[in-house]
T-cell receptor, first 112, second 112 residues
Framework: EADIYQTPRYLVIGTGKKITLECSQT?????MYWYQQDPGMELHLIHY???????EKGDLSSESTVSRIRTEHFPLTLESARPSHTSQYLC???????????FGPGTRLTVL | DAKTTQPPSMDCAEGRAANLPCNHS???????VYWYRQIHSQGPQYIIH???NNETNEMASLIITEDRKSSTLILPHATLRDTAVYYC?????????????FGKGTLLTVNP
């Protein structure tokens, strides 16, 4: 069973606030990912990392930023939240470049 | 990534085998076929993957045609808990190319 954690699970916040969504994994995986999913819609890759100090933008443009200072930690930050950022954010990790990708439970973000 | 085509929805009776098809007629020789599922907006769950040989694990079997243009995921004895959206993804593994692009998938409903 994969050990990948996301906090908070639910977040309701006002427009203009800065927020950080946390993602941690205890498996020592080098590869980590952030996906965004609106209700009933497809998942879209917004950021990924292949190791410490490596971050790349995904297929869907996002105003969020990420950092990878430690292997186990891959936080996502929104400097100024807007209602258009309301969505579910899913973090994932993988040990290899062909094997299973393990997903966290997600953070449901609502920006009022 | 090769484009994959899946039926939008399928039904299956509880206890029967669920056979989920996926077409990937433009798949290249180094692209793997991955299957994931997502239960009610939880994080996607890895099921199985393969290159050209049939694969089986404790969750499912993956049958890939000899020309690799299509595949079938088989859940041998479907239960109500298998109701989920199932995603078929074809992608190249290896290094910086390893990331998953999710489509709309197939909503499998297992009926009592």
């Amino acid at each position: 069973e994969a050990d990948i954690y996301q906090t908070p699970r639910y977040l309701v916040i006002g427009t203009g606030k800065k927020i950080t969504l946390e993602c941690s994994q205890t498996m020592g995986h080098d590869k980590m990912y952030w996906y965004q999913q609106d209700p009933g819609m497809e998942l879209h890759l917004i950021h990924y990392s292949y190791g410490v100090n490596s971050t790349e933008k995904g297929d869907l443009s996002s105003e969020s930023t990420v950092s990878r200072i430690r292997t186990e930690h891959f936080p996502l930050t929104l400097e100024s939240a807007r209602p258009s950022h309301t969505s579910q954010y899913l973090c994932a990790s993988s040990a290899t470049d062909r094997g299973p990708m393990f997903f966290g439970p997600g953070t449901r973000l609502t920006v009022l | 990534d090769a484009k994959t085509t899946q039926p939008p929805s399928m039904d299956c009776a509880e206890g029967r085998a669920a056979n989920l098809p996926c077409n990937h007629s433009t798949i290249s020789g180094n692209e793997y076929v991955y299957w994931y599922r997502q239960i009610h907006s939880q994080g996607p769950q890895y099921i199985i993957h393969g290159l050209k040989n049939n694969e089986t694990n404790e969750m499912a079997s993956l049958i890939i045609t000899e020309d690799r243009k299509s595949s079938t995921l088989i859940l041998p004895h479907a239960t109500l808990r298998d109701t989920a959206v199932y995603y078929c993804i074809a992608t190249v593994g290896g290094g910086s190319n390893y990331k998953l692009t999710f489509g709309k998938g197939t909503l499998l409903t297992v009926n009592p």
